[in-house]
């Protein structure tokens, strides 16, 4: 059986968990306590010596992390993953776009808001920079999903798993999915998959 580290709020871990429930996988969580440095122990760095969740130990190979990684590996010739070879470049330039332009404004100002309980005031310019970045990768991905229900040849695939997770979750940081209205229907046709469950969802 697989087994998961991770930290319950994190939409990196919930792409995981969100992989590893369509597909029937089953796991063991380990809940990291990433605020009081849980993963920056030396016996958390010999699974990531990066420091950070998610991880997943691999019966008879070892840990991976990276949340695209370890979800890329999960769904190897599974039906999240398209067949044909430049539906998957697609996917994975999806996936590449939110790591780059997505989580680290909604995600951070997430994190900082909802875990670190920071205010805005706190925060000023630095959160500022985020909502309008933020808001501007929420506005690729709206025009995206205009004309189509899915990301990626209209289906569900590991693109949406992974734009999916702090998208869902943006309001907590503030961001307004009002204006956005085919994300809005996208991420319904999300929580309507069999096997979704919530970000709080062990």
Not at 91 to 96: A, K, N, V
Request: hydrophobic share 40%; net charge negative; charged share 20%.
């Amino acid at each position: 059986m697989y087994r998961l580290y991770d930290y319950l709020p994190s939409g990196n871990g919930y792409k995981v968990r969100l992989v590893l429930r369509a597909l029937n996988l089953p796991y063991e969580l380990i809940e990291v306590d990433i605020k009081n440095g849980a993963t920056r122990t030396a016996q958390f760095r010999e699974k990531n010596p990066n420091g950070k969740i998610p991880v997943l130990e691999v019966p008879g190979h070892g840990y991976l992390s990276e949340s695209h990684a370890i979800i890329s590996y999960l769904a190897e010739n599974s039906w999240l993953v398209p067949q044909d070879r430049y539906a998957r470049a697609q996917m994975t330039g999806w996936m590449c776009f939110e790591q780059y332009s997505l989580e680290p404004d909604i995600g951070t100002a997430r994190y900082w808001l909802c875990s670190l309980h920071l205010t805005p005031a706190e925060l000023g310019e630095k959160l500022v920079d985020k909502m309008t970045k933020g808001h501007e990768a929420l506005a690729v991905l709206e025009r995206a999903l205009s004309h189509q229900d899915y990301l990626v040849n209209n289906s569900y695939s590991l693109a949406d798993i992974a734009l999916y997770a702090y998208t869902h979750v943006a309001p907590e940081a503030g961001f307004d999915l009002d204006p956005y209205p085919s994300i809005r229907r996208w991420i319904t046709a999300i929580e309507n998959q069999p096997q979704w469950a919530p970000i709080t969802a062990p």
